[in-house]
């Protein structure tokens, strides 16, 4: 089933999700953990999206972002997509203080 239609618009604010296939581990520890963030930062900068919270589970991860320009999407959208396939014991989550790359 497809996702519904996602409207944009500025200062939205999404529930972000994404689960390895067939619920498989997505990292395979801490430093895993680090480059996903360290991708997602490179994004939110470019992008200029604000992050309130993240959690990286085992299989999948949870991001609340706002979109101060109104635009969802990567700024490259045929850029090449870089995601790390790793898992770890643990399951950080955190909240941010609204700017990705500073917990």
């Excluded at 895993?32 to 993240?54: H, I, K, P």
């Excluded at 990286?56 to 490259?76: A, F, I, Q």
Aim: charged share 30%; proline share 8%.
């Amino acid at each position: 089933m497809a996702r519904p239609f996602r409207i944009e618009y500025p200062g939205a604010l999404y529930h972000l999700t994404s689960r390895g296939d067939r619920q498989e581990k997505i990292y395979l520890d801490d430093a895993d953990r680090e480059e996903f963030l360290s991708v997602l930062g490179s994004v939110g900068e470019r992008s200029g999206w604000r992050l309130y919270a993240y959690c990286l589970m085992d299989n999948h991860y949870h991001l609340m972002v706002e979109t101060p320009k109104g635009k969802l999407r990567s700024p490259n959208p045929g850029q090449k997509r870089r995601a790390p396939i790793r898992d770890s014991k643990n399951s950080p989550c955190r909240t941010t203080n609204s700017e990705l790359n500073r917990p």
